[in-house]
């Protein structure tokens, strides 16, 4: 079956452009994460779903970033007035359920370059 | 920021040996730890999950160890192949959230030379 599918895949950007980044997770997943991995590290938490709400947004760096998930399938991720400390990789994943002890299945995830 | 270690510097071994590597966590107590596999340009890809109350669990070629007094896990890979290079990342949720609110380690790169 289908996996976690993001797009773009690249995308540049100038510093002060808004961007949006989409994410489509496994059909039927109830939660849906948004992470960020810069070069050589790990990823971050960004923002978590449950369906449509938003529970926990307490990783995204700034009021710069918002996510939303309107009808608890496909995410958006959006960035307004980007700066160059925005460029890293930006990965989805997503899980069956809200539950503990679920593997989390990542998308191929969005690298973004600010110039 | 992240709190758990990882050794930043690659390992490189050679195909046949076993691979060992660590995940080292600092004032958390989780009740479970995983661990995925990340290659060059992909997303991470689970592996194994090791709750609190297990001392181990296997999959194939692959050991997992789960200390909780030292504060570790030891990640194994028995018989290693060459297809087995990639970058190999730790992760836990500290605050047990129920929904996975995971932090990830640094990962650790793994070479396996022919």
């Known amino acids: 079956g289908a996996g976690v599918s993001q797009s773009p895949r690249y995308k540049v950007a100038k510093r002060g452009q808004d961007v949006a980044l989409r994410c489509d997770p496994i059909?039927?997943?109830?939660?849906l994460f948004w992470y960020q991995q810069a070069l050589g590290q790990g990823p971050e938490f960004l923002t978590y779903?449950?369906?449509?709400?938003?529970?926990?947004k307490s990783g995204l760096p700034s009021d710069r970033f918002f996510a939303e998930r309107p009808e608890g399938s496909v995410s958006t991720l959006k960035i307004q007035r980007t700066q160059q400390e925005d460029s890293a990789v930006y990965l989805c994943?997503?899980?069956?359920?809200?539950?503990?002890?679920?593997?989390?299945?990542f998308g191929p995830g969005t690298r973004l370059t600010v110039l | 920021s992240q709190k758990i270690e990882q050794n930043s510097e690659a390992l490189n071994i050679q195909e046949g040996k076993t691979a060992t590597l660590t995940c080292n966590y600092t004032?958390?107590?989780?009740?479970?730890l995983q661990w995925y596999r990340q290659d060059p340009g992909r997303g991470p890809v689970f592996l194994l999950l090791?709750?609190?109350?297990?001392k181990e669990k296997r999959k194939e070629r692959l050991k997992v160890t789960f200390d909780t007094t030292l504060k570790q896990s030891l990640f194994h890979i028995t018989a290693s192949q060459p297809a087995d290079s990639a970058t190999y990342l730790c992760?836990?949720?500290?605050?047990?959230?129920?929904?996975?609110?995971?932090?990830f380690g640094t990962g650790t790169r793994l070479l396996v030379s022919p």
């Open positions: 004032n958390y107590s989780p009740a479970y």
């Open positions: 059909s039927g997943h109830v939660s």
């Open positions: 090791i709750r609190e109350n297990e």
């Open positions: 994943a997503s899980t069956p359920s809200g539950q503990t002890y679920n593997e989390q299945f």
């Open positions: 779903f449950q369906n449509e709400a938003q529970l926990d």
């Open positions: 992760a836990l949720d500290p605050q047990n959230t129920g929904f996975q609110k995971l932090v």
